[in-house]
């Protein structure tokens, strides 16, 4: 059974930064994507970027971009989302998801067949 397992939210202040990691088990192949993507009270979920593993190819929303860095640990099956000068508006829960499209054909939300529990962030000013 594939499962993700998002971790490391919290509580952080204004400015600061947090790592977030998602890692997956149960894949049939070496390779597979995962994508990022947060839900802030009453609002649509939000895609922030879709990564291929092992080579690591990152595709980032362009309002996301900057702010947000992707890293992988492909032996771990885990992929990291460092995010810097958090704001209030990063407050929301982040997800993780296996789309059934590589990342380099954009996949869209309802392409996302498996996902994480999620982890909530809140930023605090």
């Known amino acids: 059974q594939l499962t993700l397992v998002e971790s490391g939210g919290g509580l952080v202040q204004s400015g600061g930064s947090l790592r977030l990691s998602c890692t997956v088990s149960?894949?049939?192949?070496?390779?597979?994507?995962i994508g990022w993507f947060r839900q802030a009270p009453g609002k649509e979920r939000e895609e922030i970027s879709c990564?291929?593993?092992?080579?690591?190819?990152?595709y980032y929303q362009d309002s996301m971009k900057g702010r947000f860095t992707i890293s992988t640990d492909h032996a771990k099956r885990t992929v990291y989302l460092q995010m810097d000068s958090l704001q209030d508006e990063d407050t929301a829960v982040y997800y993780c998801?296996?789309?059934?499209?590589?990342?380099?054909?954009?996949?869209?939300?309802?392409?996302?067949?498996?996902w994480g529990q999620g982890t909530q962030v809140t930023v605090s000013s």
């Open positions: 149960g894949f049939s192949r070496d390779y597979f994507g």
């Open positions: 990564t291929s593993s092992p080579d690591g190819t990152t």
């Open positions: 998801a296996t789309p059934s499209v590589p990342c380099n054909r954009n996949p869209q939300v309802y392409e996302y067949m498996y």
